[in-house]
């Protein structure tokens, strides 16, 4: 096995140094439609805005409440049993019957 292994380690690269390698045309930036990097805006009247949507701040915590609260509801709903006791204990008396 260890000879199998040098044996690789010495002639994959050999093997792969002969490859050709083909020649790929790559677009220009211009021509894929990108002019060059995005202009930059001053992060002053940005904050400004985020400092003022406290309302907005408040409508999205109260709707991230409710969501919180409609998740925990689903979660108490598949935390119960799927089928009831009667058809639980018919299930039960079935296989008990066919253990016998």
Known sequence: M???LIAFLVFAPVLTACADFP???L???T???????PSLIAIDPTLLTARSDSQDAQLQAQ???ARV?????RGRALRKPVIDR???QRLAAAVRRHNR
């Open 23 to 25: 020649d790929l045309q």
């Open 63 to 65: 709707h991230l409440a």
């Open 31 to 37: 021509a894929s439609g990108q002019r060059g990097f």
């Open 27 to 29: 677009p220009s930036a």
């Open 86 to 88: 009667a058809t639980r």
């Open 69 to 73: 609260a409609r998740l925990n509801a």
């Open 2 to 4: 260890p000879r199998v």
